[in-house]
């Protein structure tokens, strides 16, 4: 399995690559599982984020890329 982070440096490299993975986490008797999330902009920005789910996760990038656009 390739993993988002390797010695807590980020994998995604490519211009328009997107990588994740899932990880659960136990507060409070809970046990609640998170995806981590990378995305590589084509500008070379790179956008992470954790959320619930990968939908989310790609909402929020979605946001980001739209405030980039309008600060162009």
């Known amino acids: 399995m390739n993993r988002i982070n390797q010695h807590g440096v980020t994998t995604t490299a490519a211009p328009?690559?997107?990588?994740?993975?899932?990880?659960?986490?136990?507060?409070?008797?809970?046990?609640?599982?998170?995806?981590?999330?990378?995305?590589?902009?084509?500008?070379?920005?790179?956008?992470?984020?954790?959320?619930a789910t990968l939908e989310q996760c790609r909402a929020k990038r979605d946001c980001w890329m739209n405030k980039k656009q309008q600060a162009v």
């Open 16 to 51: 328009g690559q997107e990588q994740h993975e899932t990880f659960t986490r136990r507060t409070a008797g809970k046990t609640k599982r998170y995806v981590q999330y990378d995305y590589r902009h084509t500008d070379g920005r790179l956008f992470t984020c954790v959320a």
